[in-house]
């Protein structure tokens, strides 16, 4: 019996993909796509700076760009003020090229380049130094304008992260800041956490308050902190994911293929996107005294966050059109013009779970045949290339021709590992949006 895990319901993708614009667009385009939808960015955007205001704490949130490359959503981050967090030196340059001011970036990662060192600063932009010779590296610049840093905190919790300065080099790198003068302007930490959990961040956020606080002592600014990403987003209902992690099995899988819930994202979360930050901001530091917000107001600290899938959330969908179908004993395989490194969970030897939408081709009757279980195949000769082993429950036999909508795949999804692999073209990035007044969606392809 095949195991059935659908999305929440989305009233928008679905006016989508009754519109027939899909069916056009595949058709126009020559094949798989994925699909873009700003309007959601915006909203999401707009909620975490809801709950920061809600809370009485000044903050700035800086999209995580390296959740989807696509230049649409720099955009709408150059519009509307918001930050970005960047990592390489072509994400900064992209950032700069769409709008973005440099003194809205924030640059992250490990022993970041010299160039891209030297840029950031240059640029004004905010860089969270991982390492004491990266500090060194940046006060050996002289460039004529100081380098803005926050100083990444090693996780105490999460020892074998290999990210971060631990107690002796937070305080070594305290010392050289207050040592340098004017070639460095020390604003804050950074940390980040893997996992979603509330009280790990809110702990850690506490301590570095508490940092900020000592920093000063020294004479530097130290008035914000960092927290990063690790805002979860909620795919699917509570049941339903409580049901398919209960009874899924090796039998549920192309290939008897095992997978553990270890292995899956949380594809349900209770408290996600701009929830969990109203949640961390209202858990108290250690359990005891008052809230991070109230430690955050009292001590003059700014909050800043770097989110990337949830700002992502229910921002677009990977669209791929059905080449042929096969049998197996008891389910089918559905080979689609695309390949599994379009749909990056497969990266990690995971699965994206949510539910796939069957869209048949225009005049072929939607219930032809009856429920087919079936995995999807992508078009290489790789007998691991997969987009979904699990056996689908659609709800008819797919046939060449069909569309297949994976939902919701704008947060990692889409590009995290992309490659023209037999140089089959990657699936190009469509923005679709709704102009007032209008129910006809437009469409342009990203740029």
């Given at each position: 019996?095949?195991?059935?895990?659908?999305?929440?319901?989305?009233?928008?993708?679905?006016?989508?993909?009754?519109?027939?614009?899909?069916?056009?667009?595949?058709?126009?385009?020559?094949?798989?796509?994925?699909?873009?939808?700003?309007?959601?960015?915006?909203?999401?955007?707009?909620?975490?700076?809801?709950?920061?205001?809600?809370?009485?704490?000044?903050?700035?949130?800086?999209?995580?760009?390296?959740?989807?490359?696509?230049?649409?959503?720099?955009?709408?981050?150059?519009?509307?003020?918001?930050?970005?967090?960047?990592?390489?030196?072509?994400?900064?340059?992209?950032?700069?090229?769409?709008?973005?001011?440099g003194e809205d970036l924030v640059v992250t990662?490990?022993?970041?380049?010299?160039?891209?060192?030297?840029?950031?600063?240059?640029?004004?932009?905010?860089?969270?130094?991982?390492?004491?010779?990266?500090?060194?590296?940046?006060?050996?610049?002289?460039?004529?304008?100081?380098?803005?840093?926050?100083?990444?905190?090693?996780?105490?919790?999460?020892?074998?992260?290999r990210f971060g300065l631990d107690d002796a080099?937070?305080?070594?790198?305290?010392?050289?800041?207050?040592?340098?003068?004017?070639?460095?302007?020390?604003?804050?930490?950074?940390?980040?956490?893997?996992?979603?959990?509330?009280?790990?961040?809110?702990?850690?956020?506490?301590?570095?308050?508490?940092?900020?606080?000592?920093?000063?002592?020294?004479?530097?600014?130290?008035?914000?902190?960092?927290?990063?990403?690790?805002?979860?987003?909620?795919?699917?209902?509570?049941?339903?994911?409580?049901?398919?992690?209960?009874?899924?099995?090796?039998?549920?899988?192309?290939?008897?293929?095992?997978?553990?819930?270890?292995?899956?994202?949380?594809?349900?979360?209770?408290?996600?996107?701009?929830?969990?930050?109203?949640?961390?901001?209202?858990?108290?530091?250690?359990?005891?005294?008052?809230?991070?917000?109230?430690?955050?107001?009292?001590?003059?600290?700014?909050?800043?966050?770097?989110?990337?899938?949830?700002?992502?959330?229910?921002?677009?969908?990977?669209?791929?059109?059905?080449?042929?179908?096969?049998?197996?004993?008891?389910?089918?395989?559905?080979?689609?013009?695309?390949?599994?490194?379009?749909?990056?969970?497969?990266?990690?030897?995971?699965?994206?779970?949510?539910?796939?939408?069957?869209?048949?081709?225009?005049?072929?009757?939607?219930?032809?045949?009856?429920?087919?279980?079936?995995?999807?195949?992508?078009?290489?000769?790789?007998?691991?290339?997969?987009?979904?082993?699990?056996?689908?429950?659609?709800?008819?036999?797919?046939?060449?021709?069909?569309?297949?909508?994976?939902?919701?795949?704008?947060?990692?999804?889409?590009?995290?590992?992309?490659?023209?692999?037999?140089?089959?073209?990657?699936?190009?990035?469509?923005?679709?949006?709704?102009?007032?007044?209008?129910?006809?969606?437009?469409?342009?392809?990203?740029?």
């Amino acid at each position: 019996m095949a195991l059935t895990l659908p999305a929440h319901p989305d009233p928008l993708a679905e006016r989508l993909h009754t519109s027939g614009l899909l069916q056009e667009l595949a058709h126009g385009l020559g094949g798989g796509f994925h699909y873009l939808l700003p309007e959601r960015f915006d909203a999401n955007l707009a909620a975490f700076r809801t709950a920061l205001a809600d809370a009485g704490v000044e903050g700035r949130v800086y999209y995580a760009k390296k959740a989807n490359k696509a230049a649409a959503f720099i955009d709408r981050c150059a519009a509307s003020g918001a930050g970005v967090d960047v990592a390489s030196p072509g994400e900064l340059r992209e950032a700069l090229g769409h709008g973005v001011r440099g003194e809205d970036l924030v640059v992250t990662g490990p022993a970041k380049a010299q160039a891209l060192l030297r840029v950031a600063v240059q640029q004004g932009a905010l860089i969270s130094v991982d390492a004491l010779d990266e500090l060194d590296r940046l006060l050996a610049l002289g460039t004529g304008r100081p380098a803005r840093v926050l100083l990444r905190r090693h996780p105490p919790a999460q020892p074998r992260s290999r990210f971060g300065l631990d107690d002796a080099q937070l305080h070594e790198a305290l010392t050289r800041c207050a040592a340098a003068g004017d070639a460095v302007r020390m604003e804050g930490f950074s940390f980040h956490l893997s996992g979603y959990d509330v009280q790990p961040r809110t702990d850690l956020a506490g301590e570095l308050v508490g940092l900020c606080l000592k920093a000063r002592v020294l004479g530097l600014q130290a008035d914000r902190i960092s927290i990063g990403g690790g805002f979860a987003v909620d795919y699917v209902p509570a049941d339903a994911w409580t049901a398919f992690l209960a009874e899924q099995g090796p039998g549920h899988y192309h290939g008897e293929k095992a997978f553990t819930a270890a292995d899956f994202y949380p594809y349900h979360s209770p408290v996600a996107g701009p929830a969990a930050l109203r949640a961390v901001l209202a858990a108290r530091p250690g359990g005891e005294g008052t809230s991070l917000a109230e430690q955050l107001r009292q001590a003059g600290v700014m909050l800043l966050l770097e989110p990337g899938r949830a700002l992502l959330d229910r921002a677009g969908s990977s669209v791929f059109r059905v080449q042929g179908v096969k049998d197996r004993e008891g389910y089918g395989i559905v080979t689609v013009d695309g390949t599994s490194l379009s749909l990056s969970e497969q990266w990690f030897d995971s699965e994206y779970l949510p539910e796939p939408r069957l869209l048949p081709a225009p005049g072929r009757p939607a219930g032809d045949g009856g429920p087919f279980p079936a995995c999807v195949g992508g078009a290489s000769c790789l007998d691991s290339d997969l987009l979904t082993w699990r056996k689908i429950p659609f709800p008819a036999r797919p046939h060449a021709g069909d569309l297949i909508v994976y939902p919701n795949t704008a947060g990692y999804q889409m590009d995290s590992n992309e490659s023209p692999f037999h140089e089959l073209p990657l699936p190009p990035k469509v923005v679709i949006d709704h102009p007032d007044g209008s129910h006809r969606p437009r469409w342009r392809l990203d740029r």
